[in-house]
């Protein structure tokens, strides 16, 4: 099993930044991917960025040049910083991992980041 916490999001206006945090418990070891999604309402849930245990990254193409994908290995802990963020950023954030080379699939709780204009 895996547990994912996130913290970070909140309020920010047109233009501001924000960095998200997901810190990983428990099965460390049998993950694979781990990265960010998003859900805004009335929308499906999208990728925003993700991280394989390699170290390579895969962005949204419409993201690129805006959120930025990291990790500290000794914390287990991945972020997601937000730059130039526009009201259409207006979303649920989770954090998700990949484990067991895709047979199990784990979500952070959401965390809520909204963009005023």
């Known amino acids: 099993q895996v547990q994912l916490v996130e913290s970070g999001g909140g309020l920010v206006q047109a233009g501001g930044s924000l960095r998200l945090s997901c810190a990983a418990s428990?099965?460390?070891?049998?993950?694979?991917?781990m990265g960010w999604y998003r859900q805004a309402p009335g929308s499906q849930r999208e990728l925003v960025a993700t991280?394989?245990?390699?170290?390579?990254?895969n962005y949204a193409d419409s993201l690129k040049g805006r959120f930025t994908i990291s990790r500290d290995n000794t914390k287990n802990t991945v972020y997601l910083q937000m730059n130039s963020l526009k009201p259409e950023d207006t979303a649920v954030y989770y954090c998700?991992?990949?484990?067991?080379?895709?047979?199990?699939?784990?979500w952070g709780q959401g965390t809520q980041v909204t963009v005023s204009s």
């Open positions: 428990g099965s460390i070891i049998s993950i694979n991917a």
């Open positions: 991280f394989t245990r390699g170290g390579s990254t």
């Open positions: 998700n991992a990949v484990a067991d080379w895709g047979s199990k699939i784990y």
